[in-house]
């Protein structure tokens, strides 16, 4: 009889495995809290920094908005006010 065809019975032991799969769960757990409290965290600290600000973001994004259309009526107006003698010409360069 040649040693392949020998059989050895393979016993699994469920103890390691069992405490293994506890601790990656408990590790999941603890990651999974770290990620929960430095999310939480980070959130608190910007809606902090944006109240620290002086104006309100609305109030920017109004202000901003409305230099925009002023400097769109200005560029409008004075595309339509030139004539094509006070237009350079750079031959499409």
Do not use: Y
């Amino acid at each position: 009889m040649s040693t392949f065809e020998t059989r050895q019975e393979v016993h699994f032991e469920p103890t390691p495995f069992l405490i293994a799969m506890i601790l990656m769960g408990c590790g999941a757990l603890l990651a999974f809290l770290g990620v929960a409290v430095s999310g939480l965290h980070s959130v608190n600290q910007g809606v902090r920094w944006v109240r620290s600000w002086e104006h309100e973001p609305a109030d920017l994004a109004k202000s901003k908005w409305a230099q925009l259309k002023a400097a769109s009526a200005a560029g409008t107006e004075a595309w339509k006010g030139a004539t094509p003698s006070t237009v350079a010409h750079d031959g499409g360069q």
